[in-house]
């Protein structure tokens, strides 16, 4: 049987009821991490830029952009969420494979959502659905992959489509067509990082998979070897591949349990070093004039990905391990503030990043990194951070994922709304209609 | 100086009196097939379900879908005049590459014009640069990059951006943005040959270009070096390339004296010996009944291409070398007609299918092939087709192309109707306003 229909026919056979409720209840906290997210990213340059080019595309006010006033229809919404969901680099993350499971699931199902009825527990079905697929899809190709694409661009348009299918309720065929039309759509080179247009690669996962959902509902078709065939997904995109990891353990393990949330706005294999320097820091009270230099040993994967030694950007400095170490010692902090482009020009901040070194170790996993602060004084102070905080070994608990998503909202939500759309996100089970969360999660 | 600047320079800078007169009468010639083309394809299912699935998206009736009533935003205009163009497999093809210029250019330019004004000697020389610059990075990627991917769906996207960044009077920096929005886009494998998603692929290249402009116009941000850059469009998309090919010779050749037109509706590869079948047929007057087998000899990427041999639907058999012989022996003709699924299943057609044998032999160019056609008495008649008609080397003729484009828009539009467009488009150097072609082009 082609791949493709296999999942098109697990993921209309799942059940809520199917699904263990640590497993619910994870997808509870990556919609809250999301909609926090997508509300603390609305602001941004690239969300506005965004909106300035395509309002006048938008066929009506049928849906929410969360922490805006504007309304755009169903396909905009899709990929303006997407965008401000991610644009701060602050959303979940699938930390084996990399992928950024929510943006493209939690952006075009609640998009729908506001087009068409959608109670919470259809929407949670159809989310757990969109994110164990995606998710299984990026475990088969992910080694080789990632040094090129982004992984939510490629593999993440297949969450997106097939969530889409669940709750448009779409046949087996269709369905099976609505991938092979995201399979057309997977794209996204990493040369966009630290620009506008890597947003946009991911608002775009979520926006391809409704259209392609949209498509294959009217009987648009599709090659249904999409994925394994011999000029398919995989083939062309993945050189290394472990193609039984799509559907091993399908509807008995939950990818979602892998899932992880960041404490940091930055990429998210820079954390270890961000914990350990805010434990330092802390521990042994660092002013930044007390600082020689300092040292940084990580896994490779975080200096592949983060290696930018001298960023000219706020949005290029969430990927220099060296100013993310730099201001974690300086503020004790690594959030949105910390990758602007005003820190970025601190002359605090750039002339201790022109002192911090890193060096890669294989030995050291991808949560974990060592931190050596030397002081003017020649004292040295060291951390061996073994499991970062965020990480699915040392998660952040609810009231962490709270105090962050209230944070993204100062500023943009009253409190008072914002303690809604938190209130609103725990109890998506028992929403009648998901757009509930949608109109919650705008301002007033 | 990053390639995307040096384009962005080019294109910023080309005037239509630098280019030579023969470049641009063939530019003419391609807006001809293409606009023949769109509205010969309006009718397909394809499109219809496409349409069905956007129209409750489309922001207003500002755009003509050429060939149909219904009008749509620009944006949607430049998906299905896209889509329609391609459907067919009838449009032109720049040999080399097998790239399909005019899609990605010509269906966003139009959608453009009819949201700004935009004279007909502004629409030809954007379209000339568009051209130009896809087909520049096809040359430099097409080797091993074609094996996977549909070119048109990869290197098409940037003619689609830098022409409408002309059209729009975008600035340099802006331009150099939306040609890396337009890398963030490139997508399209091969598996989907034969269904209605490599139409989409076609059509998407002309939409994301169109987007491309529009963020960039906004400050929309991205990668300079999104072309040469480690994980760049060449570096990610094309394991072995030219770079030199993309500007060697720039504003002092013209890719589009490389431009060609079918004269059959189907994989160009396959054109040679439909060619030679039908001469043989009319020289011999054969009848099918008359015919025992036909043994095809041809270059390899022909049958890489086209080489199945039961094609289960119309849209496959553009794929079929197999059933462009037979059809072309039978019928005489490889028009749209011959490519039907009622075609695919008639039993004459389907017997004389099976008995067309296809070796490869790497010393036949790839417009040229050998046909031998051995008669139920014994008698064997051999053709040998040394330069295809429709190749750079034997163009089809103006007349060949208005007779083209009057069979297409037959039954679609009114023969006063059809014949407007026909002159519409030959006197493009002078129209005022080039949204008058897309009124041309559309039924009373």
Redesign the interface.
């Known amino acids: 049987m082609p791949l493709a229909r296999e999942l098109a026919r697990y993921a209309l056979g799942e059940k809520l009821t199917g699904i263990p409720a640590v497993a619910q209840h994870e997808a509870v906290r990556a919609l809250l991490n999301w909609t926090g997210c997508a509300v603390g990213g609305s602001r941004h340059?690239?969300v506005e830029?965004?909106i300035?080019?395509?309002l006048?595309?938008?066929?009506g006010p049928h849906c929410s952009l969360l922490g805006r006033r504007e309304r755009v229809?169903?396909?905009h919404a899709a990929l303006v969420n997407g965008m401000s969901a991610h644009v701060l680099d602050f959303d979940d993350t699938h930390l084996r494979t990399l992928l950024h499971p929510s943006v493209p699931v939690a952006s075009t199902l609640l998009a729908l959502a506001e087009r068409q009825p959608m109670s919470g527990p259809a929407f949670l079905l159809a989310f757990l659905i969109g994110v164990e697929i995606e998710c299984r899809i990026a475990n088969a190709v992910w080694f080789a992959h990632n040094?090129?694409?982004y992984i939510t661009?490629t593999a993440g348009v297949f969450g997106a489509a097939v969530a889409c299918a669940k709750a448009l309720g779409l046949t087996e065929q269709q369905t099976v067509h609505a991938l092979?039309?995201a399979?057309?759509?997977?794209?996204?080179?990493?040369?966009?990082?630290?620009?506008?247009?890597k947003s946009?690669?991911h608002g775009?996962a979520a926006q391809n998979g409704l259209?392609a959902a949209?498509?294959a509902?009217?009987?648009?078709?599709?090659?249904e070897?999409?994925f394994e065939?011999?000029?398919?997904?995989v083939?062309?995109?993945a050189p290394q591949r472990d193609l039984a990891a799509i559907t091993a353990g399908l509807g008995t393990t939950y990818e979602i349990l892998q899932n992880s949330y960041k404490p940091f706005a930055c990429g998210v294999v820079a954390h270890p070093v961000i914990d350990a320097c805010i434990q330092l820091r802390n521990a042994h009270r660092l002013r930044a004039a007390d600082m020689e230099r300092v040292a940084l040993v990580v896994n490779p994967r975080a200096l592949e990905l983060t290696g930018i030694q001298s960023p000219p950007t706020g949005l290029k400095s969430k990927w220099s391990i060296y100013h993310s170490a730099a201001v974690a010692v300086v503020d004790g902090a690594a959030g949105e503030q910390q990758y602007t482009d005003a820190r970025v020009n601190d002359p605090v901040v750039r002339a201790l990043r022109e002192r911090v070194t890193a060096i890669p170790d294989a030995k050291l996993s991808e949560i974990e990194a060592r931190v050596s602060i030397t002081l003017r004084d020649g004292t040295i102070v060291s951390k061996h951070v073994e499991r970062v905080i965020g990480s699915v070994e040392n998660p952040m608990s609810d009231r962490d994922l709270e105090e962050k998503v209230r944070g993204l909202a100062h500023g943009i939500l009253s409190p008072q709304r914002s303690a809604a759309m938190i209130s609103t996100c725990w109890a998506v089970a028992d929403l009648e209609d998901i757009a509930t969360l949608a109109r919650a999660a705008t301002p007033d």
Chains 1, 2 share one sequence.
């Open positions: 340059a690239a830029r965004a300035a080019a395509l006048p595309f938008s066929a229809d169903a396909l040094s090129h694409w661009g092979g039309i399979s057309a759509q997977t794209a996204g080179t990493r040369e966009m990082a630290g620009t506008m247009t946009f690669i775009r259209l949209l498509l509902q009217q009987g648009f078709t599709a090659a070897s999409s065939g011999p000029h398919g997904f083939n062309v995109l």
